[in-house]
């Protein structure tokens, strides 16, 4: 089983930044090859940020490429979003999420979340 545990949300004003962290807690017996941030704002679904695989290249939405950046340690304990120059738009509950397989940015591909950290963004 993944154990998942956001921190680093707040509230910026635009064009500010914040840096998420999702500590990372795994049984030894279990896989883990794909991680990701999803958001939920009010009244909407939740939604893919970014994703990093075990090996290869992160994934960004269209929304945050370029302002966002998704990376871990080099144990995997930790993983973390570098949100800069944010925007209203970005207010939102974060979700620290892990699967086994990488599937893209789903919804349903990932089988662990964490409880969500807020970030609001005021213009």
């Known amino acids: 089983q993944v154990q998942l545990q956001e921190s680093g949300g707040g509230s910026v004003q635009t064009g500010g930044s914040l840096r998420l962290s999702c500590a990372v807690s795994?049984?030894?017996?279990?896989?883990?090859?794909?991680m990701a941030w999803f958001r939920q704002a009010p009244g909407k679904g939740r939604e893919g940020v970014a994703l990093?695989?075990?090996?290869?290249?992160?994934t960004y939405a269209d929304a945050v490429r370029g302002r966002f950046t998704i990376s871990q340690d080099n144990t995997r304990s930790n993983m973390y979003l570098q949100m800069n120059n944010l925007k209203p738009d970005d207010t939102a509950m974060y979700y620290c999420a892990a699967s086994r397989y990488c599937a893209g940015l789903e919804l349903a591909a990932f089988e662990w979340w964490g409880l969500g950290t807020q970030v609001t963004v005021s213009s």
């Open positions: 990093i695989p075990r090996a290869g290249s992160p």
């Open positions: 795994v049984d030894p017996n279990t896989q883990r090859n794909c």
